[in-house]
T-cell receptor
Framework: DTEVTQTPKHLVMGMTNKKSLKCEQH?????MYWYKQKAKKPPELMFV???????INESVPSRFSPECPNSSLLNLHLHALQPEDSALYLC????????????????FGAGSRLTVL | GQNIDQPTEMTATEGAIVQINCTYQ??????LFWYQQHAGEAPTFLSY????GLEEKGRFSSFLSRSKGYSYLLLKELQMKDSASYLC??????????????FGRGTQLTVWP
């Protein structure tokens, strides 16, 4: 299995809703990432987990709450979002932060397209 | 800070060769990646350079000059399916940049028949 699976593919939510995005990989990767991508823009890093511990938080607002229940799963909990949070949310995984960067190639999921009304 | 620059758009015809340039100024450097992203899809890995020189992989080649902070992606024998955005990304090497992949804005390549 060489894939990163993200669900749901599409999500529409109101500003008062609580929802979650889910990500799964079975490649034995020990680093997992959340990126946010707006149309015609590059992916922007949000969070990095290394060995199930939060390693990087790029000053993301608290209405986004990541969770890594185990080495294969990564969630992003959403609460009280704003319309400007509408974007494609990409999950990625890699072997790990301590390996040489050439071996630390990111494998991306297909993304969850979020629309906040 | 991190600054990665690449052209916004390029066009070429089927069968031609195109070179997409990327310049970077980053506080740490641990390799440069090129990713391809079709509209509405996930980025997929194309190539990696950490030492100066050319890496060839089929129709795609990537070049790096660390002293110049410069890379290019060369696509030969262009096909319609090569129409996509090409993202240059630099990997951080230590401290606060470790684990970070800094992306350029992407170059949207359109291949015409």
């Amino acid at each position: 299995d060489t894939e990163v699976t993200q669900t749901p593919k599409h999500l529409v939510m109101g500003m008062t809703n609580k929802k979650s995005l889910k990500c799964e990989q079975h490649m034995g990767h020990r680093a997992m990432y959340w990126y946010k991508q707006k149309a015609k823009k590059p992916p922007e890093l949000m969070f990095v987990y290394s060995y199930e511990k939060l390693s990087i938080n790029e000053s993301v607002p608290s209405r986004f709450s990541p969770e890594c229940p185990n080495s294969s799963l990564l969630n992003l909990h959403l609460h009280a979002l704003q319309p400007e949070d509408s974007a494609l949310y990409l999950c990625a995984s890699s072997q790990g932060l301590a390996v040489p960067s050439g071996a630390n190639v990111l494998t991306f999921g297909a993304g969850s397209r979020l629309t906040v009304l | 800070g991190q600054n990665i620059d690449q052209p916004t758009e390029m066009t070429a015809t089927e069968g031609a060769i195109v070179q997409i340039n990327c310049t970077y100024q980053t506080s740490g450097f641990n390799g440069l990646f090129w990713y391809q992203q079709h509209a509405g899809e996930a980025p997929t890995f194309l190539s990696y350079n950490v030492l100066d020189g050319l890496e060839e992989k089929g129709r795609f080649s990537s070049f790096l000059s660390r002293s110049k902070g410069y890379s290019y992606l060369l696509l030969k024998e262009l096909q319609m399916k090569d129409s996509a955005s090409y993202l240059c990304a630099v990997s951080g090497d230590r401290g606060s940049t470790l684990g970070r992949l800094y992306f350029g804005r992407g170059t949207q390549l359109t291949v015409w028949p």
